[in-house]
């Protein structure tokens, strides 16, 4: 193996990319209200096209309101969508890139007053206290309709023009809530064994895969580990299980992340030092009742202190997880998690422990990172100071570090003249 593997081809099912790196999911709240692409949303997709990224992931899409997480989401709920998702494949497609749509269902990891609904769904009705949501259980009449809703979904984003689909199965939300044990306390056949367990996601796969076709890129995001200290969450032996299983049905590629909300949103790490005050007040959290707002916002450097040392950061902290499951299965195995440096992601790859990387912060920072590491030139780079993440879902996806951002808009002045 010789260095630059980052920028060599790689083939996800039948799609070549012309290299191996990715834009990971963000949600970036640039939709309607209703969940429509606009403008601002496909200049921003541009703009990470132009910088060379060969493939990038839409943030989380939904397919009907118990599925939506957040005001100005992405959506592809119904036909009528189809037409701004076709302007936004286009423009990426203009650039050489290509694109998947990332689809999921929001289970109990949202705040229901915040989407204009009363109450959340998830396997069982297991308080979730980051958000303070006590979801009742879906019923098998929603288990179904969100099966074919995903179906649909995925359905739309093949006619508009996108590359592929990524299933999102990680971070806690309705999939990966059915496949852990400490969410799903079902007495049914969709809980209790490990095959019941899997069942809804095998279900959700194999509805998506008889409407776009066996030739069509389907890839999953799914935890290294629940991350789920003293309670039932699956440890990385059984995420490569389901991994082998999803092999074995036809996915094409996973992407390998970690952690639930209550985790501790380790899936992000990072510094948190202004995270808790700035969610709760002008980010997601300034909708909590107060009883729940105000301990967050004073034990705010309690938490800060408290996050880093159940997950510290280091870059390509997922690669721990990530190396099991390139040793256990065949497809292409993409690692996410802090990644910022080109000889960070080389190294994942040359020393096998991933096959592609994918970054999320980073490119928010700096959307032409890829062509910058080829050229070697040093653009503006993500201290993942966690400003993104604390508006994420109420602001539009921007870099807030005032010192980064400001570098990032010289940086474009110059580049795009
Ligand atoms: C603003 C923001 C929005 C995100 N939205 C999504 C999302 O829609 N779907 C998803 O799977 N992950 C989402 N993530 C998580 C990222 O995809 C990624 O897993 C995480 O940020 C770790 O990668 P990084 O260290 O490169 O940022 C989001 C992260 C950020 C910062």
Known sequence: MTQNQLFTPIRIGGLELVGRFVKSATTETLCTDDGFVTDDLIEYYEKIAQGGTPLLITGNAYFNLYSKGAPRQLAADNDDKILGLRRLTDAVHRHGSKIFMQIYHVGRQASPRLVGRTDAVSPSPVFEPTLGVRPRAITREEIEEAVQGLADAAARGQQAGFDGIQIHAAHGYLINAFLTPHTNRRKDEYGGSFENRLRFLLEVYGAIRQRVGQDYPVIMKINGSDELRLRKGLKPDDMVKVAQRMEAQGVDAVEISAGHYESGLTFERGHWRKFFSTVTTIGVGRNLPSYHRIPVRLLSPLLDWG???????????????????????????????????????????????????????????????YRHMQEGVQGPQCDFCNACYARAAAWPTDCYNDEVRAQRDRMLRTELG
């Not at 997950?311 to 390509?316: D, H, I, P, V």
């Not at 440096?341 to 990172?369: G, N, Q």
């Open 307 to 369: 996050l880093r040392r159940i997950a510290s950061y280091s870059e390509g902290f997922n690669l721990r997880y990530s190396k099991l499951f390139k040793q256990a299965l065949s497809i292409p195995v993409i690692c996410v998690g802090g990644f910022v440096h080109r000889e960070a992601m080389e190294r994942a790859i040359v020393s096998r422990e991933c096959d592609m990387v994918s970054v999320a912060r980073a490119l928010i920072a700096d959307p032409f990172l």
